[in-house]
């Protein structure tokens, strides 16, 4: 057991974090410098910020950009360097599949290919979502299982779908069943690690392509399939065992529920993707849960697309439902971001994201107003993500002193 | 594989490291607590602070003064903790020797010995570095090679020279043939690690030891000599293979571009030791290269002499070379040093040293001048010398995101 883990105490103290995704920016030049932070008029949480720690996130390691699972792995404690979770797992989640330990999952594409088997378009003509869900829900109905291992296919956008197989000893490490590029037959997948669990995957993989390709050998342009990211839902000590927390997670996107549910919290949808549904849902849960978990994604969205505007319109949007959130009276509130997203870059970026942590006990700067600029010198300093659960329990009262 | 190197990608950019030895420094109170960087005039300085996100170094750990192969090796994004390089190793680079791969180098001494052949003098009465380079010339005319193994001698300052092996198997991990003090004998050198490589090490430095003990029998007071540091020269993977980067290190001394050899830099002798010519090399060498190292030694070696005016002069003919530097438009410019070197020290030291990086995406602080108070609350953090690399590929664009 690590340290942090062994510290931890039993509490009634509540805990919520409030994650507004790809929070951090860049100053921009079109707008006098400023951030979308600071040129946000924020009232509620100017008010907190004064009450806070300022500081600042590094997600993964410095200049690294994480993607969403090492971003919020980091978030809830778990070194994303270490605790690893495969493409096609975080495919299933994010596609809202209920993966459940031992379960194999994969990102499949439909593709064409001519009649020597060589894969001729990776991406079968880009295929309308229907025409993919209407030949997913035939395969679906024509190969419920390979020997002991059940299927579970779900069509998702254009040619892509998730497949999921669920049945004893199997292993994730193994290669695509993808040549990467066209001009090439579908390579056999086979077992990159030892144990007979590897063998296993790779044999029902091969067959399923074997039998799919067979039911498909009449479509067009969506004759065949290519399966990649294979890997295994991992299972990870959950924040009940590690941090004698009862989590929920309130979110939205299914992506960001999966990469919860990885650590045991329970999972709940809010009625819509604002910040005041949010906080509706964590008004339900609030008696029954000591960590919240707010996942907003707004803040990432206006920043892939370049939307200053818009992002200010989501921070605004959030501030006004800050005020219920408070009323709720968190002992520990936390506010900050799974990685920057800055507008200039229209994608999410390596820079540390600003946080804020607000208790009693805290070290408040006294700083009015919660921004990049502001958080470089706050006395929260910069941490590693995977650091801030230990400053959320100590906090919170939750952890008890190392040594005499 | 480690994680950085598995996220670099090929791009088109260029990055311009402009390492200004022993750069950072301490609060003067001759000066009226200005450090050297604060009382320069920098107006070029001045103009890329503003524009860049300014931080801080740490070359090897908390408190820990490093050498330049160490201050370096972090630089260039080497853990100077695990990469090691041996003493003989670090002479022989900064003598200027271009060692091979398997190459076992030493630090070597004239001494004096006694009739009974004890140590008398480890320094062999400080000799003229005329009279040593006689002996080693001496030496080297009889002593070419031992067993398959062939000598290189080279004559150094006073009573010092190096001397490389170079052959098949041998090892680095070899006792001294140096008894560390006066009144003993000199030690035979013998295998300190398991294996062959390091036993034929030991037995041809002992073959050499005696050899030219016998050669130098009737000179006087040299009349014996003492090996130390015994090293191999380590085989790290290069900036080529790690980073994707064709790299040149451009530094006047032999020192600098040794260590940059290990990381499989090309190697570049300046016209002088002035910025002016750095940059003039610079200039030749930009189209063939991504990653332009430019090493300029004056600031070290005013630190080093306790001169605060001439730390300040160097840093203002820095500055005066900038314009041309900046005309070639790298796309991240990183100035900082490989460790500290304050006036009031007159030696290395340990503090944190300033640095900054400019980029169109850097997070510029916007503060105007570049020195070391600056940089204590700078976007960039106090980072480890070794993750700079990091940072400079990731605002380069070369750097992948990591997990979906």
Known sequence: MNLLDSLALEHTSKIVLLVLDGLGDLPNAARRGLTPL????????????????????VPVAPGVTPGSGPGHL???GYDPLTHLVG??????LGAGIELKPGDVA???NFCTLDGAGIVTDRRA???PSETCAQLVAKLAAEVKSIEDVSLLLQAGKGHRFVAVLRGLGLGGAVSDADPHREGKPVPAARALGPGAAHEKTARIVNAFVQRAGALLR???PANGLLLRGLSERPSFPGYRERFK??????AAYPMYRGVASLAGMDLVVPAGERAADAVAAAEREWAAHDYLFLHLKGTDMAGEDGDFDAKVAVLEEVDAALPRLLALAPDVLCITGDHS??????GHSWHPVPALVRSPVCFADGHPRFHEKACRAGSLGTLASKDLIAVLLANAGRLDKYGA
């Not at 997203?341 to 229209?346: E, R």
């Open 38 to 57: 600071e040129a946000a008029r924020t009232p509620h949480l100017d008010a907190i910020a004064a009450e806070s720690a300022l500081g600042r996130l």
């Open 74 to 76: 980091g978030l809830f």
């Open 87 to 92: 493409r096609g797992v975080l495919e299933a």
């Open 106 to 108: 994969a990102r499949a």
């Open 125 to 127: 003509g880009r295929i």
């Open 218 to 220: 009449s479509e067009s």
């Open 245 to 250: 927390l009862r989590a929920v997670a309130i």
């Open 341 to 346: 997203t800055p507008v200039p870059m229209k």
